[in-house]
C-alpha cells in the first residue's frame, strides 16, 4: 500500500495519533496534509507523553521522513517551540521538511480570529482562536505569504510590513487593538531565517519518494464532520480532513490513494457548538469524559461525549471512501454495565434513509440506538481477538457490521502496544 490515509471518521480526537504512530513503522514519509496548530495529537511511548499541534506524529521514528505540506497553515512561533521540546527529549527534527506553498500565520490572522469570534455574540462557532481560519481565507483572497517566500528575506520583510499595515488599518477601524508591525517584522524575519533550512518543494519530494517505492502516510487533523465542506456547517474548520483534501492538500493525485483509514473512537464527542445526536448531558457523559480524559490537547477544554454513532460513520465512509476502520478507546467502555450504539436516526417519527445534509435537522433528530450488555472486565491486556471478553467482541462486531467496511485495528490501551488487530 504505497499511500495511505488517515483521517478522523467523527469530528475529531479519534486517537488518530496513535494509529498513525502505528502505521508510521511501515512508512517512509508521514505527512501532515491540512489544517494548523489548532489539533493535538497525543501519542505516549512508554512513560513519555507527545502532545504534537503541527509536526506529524512520525516524527518519533528515526526513518521517518515528516513533511509539513502545501494544505497546512504554519504557526513559526508554535512550530519551533514543538520543534525546540521535541529535540530537548532526544528527537530530531533536522530531517523535517516544509512545503514552500504551505501559508504561515501571523498575529493579525489570531487578532480577527478574535474579533470575528466575539461578534457572532451566543452564536459563537468554537474557534481556538489560534488564527487558521483567517489564515485560510487570506489564502484564498490571493493575499497570503507563503513559507517559500522566507527564502528571500529582504522581500519576506517588506511583504510582512506591507500586508501588516494593511491589516492593521482594518483591525483598528473594526474596533481592535493596534499591532506593532515593526516588531513583527523583526520577529518574524528571525523565524523566517530558522525555517528556511526546512523549506522545500514537498510536491516533488513526495512524488519522487513513491517513483523510488517509498511508502507514505498522509495524516490530517480534525476530522470529516469538520470538514469545511461536508461537516456540520458553520460549525467546522476551514479545510479539508476528508480524504479529498489530502489530494489538494499534498499534490498527490486521487489514483495515488491505496489505502484509507477511518479513525473513530468507541464512543463520540465533539468540542465546541454544533449538532450532535448522541450526545449524554448526563452522568453517563460525565463517566465517558473522565475515564476517557476527554479535555483537548491544545485547548484543555471539555469534550461533549456521546455514544458511538454508525449513521455518521456510514457517511464518513461514502465521504471519503474508507477502505478500512480503526476503532480506538475500546477500554474506556470497560465498567459501563450497558453500551449503546446508534444505528439509525428518526425525524419526525419516520426513519431517515441517509445522514441529513443540513446541520439544522441534524440537530433535531432522534437517534435510534441498540443496546448490548456491558463486559465489566478490562481490556487492555487483549492482544488477540480471543482475548476480547465476548461481550466486547459483539460491540465491536455490531459495528463493523452497521459501517460495512472491516474494522482492522482495536485500540485497547493508551500505550503505544495497546491494541489489538480485529480482522
Same mark, same amino acid.
Given at each position: ?36 496548530? *489548532?489539533?493535538?495529537? +497525543? ?10 499541534? /503541527? ?29 525546540? +521540546? ?54 484564498? !483572497? ?15 520583510? +517588506? ?74 456547517? %458553520?460549525?467546522?474548520?476551514?479545510? $479539508?480532513?476528508?480524504? @479529498? ?31 450532535? %445526536? ?6 453517563? @457523559? ?6 476517557? !480524559?476527554?479535555?483537548?490537547?491544545? +485547548?484543555?477544554?471539555?469534550?461533549? %461525549? ?11 465512509? !461514502?465521504? *471519503? ?8 478507546? /475500546? ?16 425525524? *419526525?417519527?419516520?426513519?431517515?434513509? *441517509? ?20 463486559? $465489566? ?5 487483549? !492482544? ?40
Amino acid at each position: 500500500m504505497p499511500v495511505t490515509v488517515v483521517v478522523g471518521a467523527q469530528w475529531g480526537d479519534e486517537g488518530k495519533a496513535k494509529v498513525i504512530d502505528l502505521l508510521s513503522k511501515e512508512h517512509g514519509y508521514v505527512v501532515r496534509y491540512q489544517g494548523g496548530h *489548532n489539533a493535538g495529537h +497525543t501519542v505516549v511511548v512508554g512513560d513519555e507523553r507527545y502532545a504534537l499541534q /503541527l509536526i506529524p506524529s512520525g516524527i518519533l521514528y528515526d526513518h521517518v521522513v515528516p513533511v509539513i505540506a502545501n494544505g497546512v497553515v504554519v504557526d513559526m512561533i508554535t512550530l519551533f517551540n514543538e520543534i525546540d +521540546t521535541i529535540e530537548r527529549r532526544g528527537h530530531s527534527c533536522e530531517r523535517l521538511i516544509v512545503s514552500s506553498h504551505a501559508h504561515l500565520i501571523f498575529p493579525w490572522h489570531m487578532a480577527w480570529d478574535a474579533l470575528n469570534e466575539a461578534a457572532r455574540g451566543d452564536a459563537k462557532i468554537g474557534t481556538t482562536l489560534k488564527g487558521i481560519g483567517p489564515a485560510y481565507a487570506d489564502r484564498a !483572497r490571493r493575499v497570503g505569504i507563503r513559507a517559500g517566500e522566507v527564502l528571500a528575506p529582504a522581500a519576506f520583510a +517588506t511583504a510582512i510590513r506591507e500586508r501588516g499595515d494593511a491589516e492593521n488599518d482594518a483591525l483598528i477601524a473594526a474596533g481592535g487593538a493596534p499591532l506593532d508591525i515593526e516588531a513583527i517584522v523583526t520577529q518574524y524575519s528571525t523565524l523566517g531565517a530558522r525555517l528556511a533550512p526546512h523549506i522545500g518543494d514537498t510536491v516533488s519530494v513526495l512524488h519522487d519518494a513513491l517513483a523510488a517505492g517509498q511508502h507514505l502516510l498522509l495524516e490530517g487533523a480534525q476530522a470529516t464532520f469538520l470538514d469545511l465542506d461536508h461537516g456540520t456547517y %458553520p460549525f467546522v474548520t476551514s479545510s $479539508n480532513p476528508t480524504a @479529498g483534501g489530502a489530494c489538494t492538500g499534498t499534490g498527490l493525485g486521487p489514483r495515488d490513494l491505496n489505502r484509507i483509514v477511518g479513525i473513530t473512537k468507541a464512543y463520540t464527542t465533539r468540542v465546541g457548538a454544533g449538532p450532535f %445526536p448522541t450526545e449524554l448531558l448526563d452522568a453517563t @457523559g460525565d463517566r465517558l469524559v473522565e475515564i476517557g !480524559r476527554e479535555f483537548g490537547t491544545v +485547548t484543555g477544554r471539555r469534550r461533549r %461525549p456521546g455514544w458511538v454513532d454508525c449513521v455518521m460513520l456510514r457517511q464518513a465512509v !461514502r465521504l *471519503n471512501s474508507l477502505t478500512e476502520i480503526a476503532l480506538t478507546k /475500546l477500554d474506556v467502555l470497560d465498567t459501563f454495565d450497558t453500551v449503546k450504539v446508534c444505528t439509525g436516526y428518526k425525524a *419526525n417519527g419516520a426513519m431517515l434513509a *441517509n445522514y441529513p445534509d443540513r446541520a439544522e435537522v441534524l440537530a433535531e433528530v432522534e437517534p435510534v440506538y441498540t443496546e448490548l450488555p456491558g463486559w $465489566n472486565r478490562p481490556v487492555t491486556g487483549a !492482544r488477540e481477538p480471543g482475548e476480547l471478553p465476548a461481550e466486547a467482541s459483539a460491540f465491536v462486531a455490531l459495528i463493523e457490521a452497521e459501517v460495512g467496511v472491516p474494522i482492522r485495528v482495536v485500540g485497547v490501551g493508551a500505550e503505544r502496544d495497546g491494541y489489538l488487530l480485529w480482522s
